[in-house]
């Protein structure tokens, strides 16, 4: 595994060129042996002398160490995208795009690009295992107030989530965070969420919204009345780990992000989940892991602006 960084200044210093960007992602990319990103080979790889090319011996087509990764046909060097990548992952609340373009020397346009394709390598859609244990679980609402927003923009009635994002959050006190951009919080949605991400028999613990009624039928259902000012019951009954981490949350649009599109919110929401499940980690493991999750996530501009 490459070296380990504990600051910016230590990274640049180790890698202080495109080659040796280069050389410290083909480590990471092809840490359990080389393979052709085109065909998958893993029979027969060339090394072309440039150190930058290669070619499969199989399907004999040329490729480089970037092809079927998020850094694939960008002409931004891979060492602004180790700094890109230390920035977003160091950082508490992440980065603005306008910060990171001005760190970066690109346009505020590239940055916010370069952020998103970030964002989408830290999707992790793909869990190996089902949350278990007690279960954290509470809704919150992402959006500006009703009077602050373009007449056009707004929704008759400013209470409650009129006009907001719904987001669904499921926290295991002893392990991970999963975070759901969801259209609504009507019972049979809510429930099939918590399905998919909780093992049945786990103790489930919620506020007295009505969409967790019948959650008692497949799990542990423990209820703290919100709406009657009770916030924590006996026997470790409450939400408060959930419910703090919808403040970091919103503290990192607030702080950094000022506002940002229901269209790209669960991307932000990747980011997020992403940085708190890893938030026991050192920066160069972060710095490794995100870069391990690359493959095979491209993702262009056409797309993210469709």
């Known amino acids: 595994m490459p070296a380990e960084f504990k600051s910016l200044f230590d990274l640049l210093r180790a890698i202080p060129d495109e080659q040796a960007a280069t050389d410290y992602f083909t480590a990471i990319r092809w840490r ?11 029979r027969r790889i060339f090394h072309f002398a440039d150190k930058r090319s ?5 399907c004999r087509r040329r490729f480089s160490i970037k092809v079927g990764t998020i850094f694939e046909g960008t002409k931004i060097p891979l060492q602004k995208w180790l700094m890109a990548v230390w920035l977003l992952t160091s950082h508490k609340k992440g980065i603005a795009s306008t910060t990171l373009a001005r760190d970066l020397d690109v346009t505020q346009k590239t940055a916010w690009f370069m952020l998103h394709r970030l964002r ?39 209470q409650g989530g009129k006009g907001k994002a719904v987001v669904l959050g499921l926290l295991d006190r002893d392990g991970d965070l999963r975070t759901v951009h969801t259209t609504n919080l009507e019972g049979a949605n809510v429930k099939g969420i918590i399905a998919e991400h909780v093992e049945p028999g786990s103790t489930v613990m919620t506020d007295d919204h009505v969409s967790f009624v019948g959650l008692s039928k497949h799990y542990a259902h423990r209820t703290v009345s919100h709406s009657h000012g ?4 006996p026997g470790g009954i409450h939400t408060n780990g959930i419910e703090g981490v919808w403040g970091l949350f919103k503290r990192q649009i607030i702080g950094i992000h000022h506002v940002i599109s229901k269209k790209h919110l669960s ?24 870069l391990a999750a690359s493959d095979g996530k491209r993702l262009t501009y056409k797309v993210l602006i469709a």
């Not at 290669?54 to 199989?58: E, R």
């Not at 009770?230 to 019951?233: G, I, K, L, W």
């Not at 990747?270 to 710095?287: A, C, I, K």
């Open 267 to 290: 991307r932000y929401l990747d980011e997020m989940t992403w940085r708190f499940n890893r938030r026991t980690q050192r920066e160069g493991e972060r710095l490794a892991n995100l």
């Open 32 to 42: 359990s042996g080389e393979f052709c990103p085109l065909c998958g080979s893993t």
């Open 120 to 158: 989408h390598a830290a999707l992790t859609k793909s869990f190996n295992a089902p949350l278990d244990g007690t279960v954290e679980v509470d809704e919150t609402y992402v959006g500006g107030k009703e009077k602050n927003k373009h007449a056009r923009d707004r929704v008759g009635g400013a």
């Open 54 to 58: 290669h070619k499969c011996g199989d």
């Open 230 to 233: 009770e916030h924590v019951r």
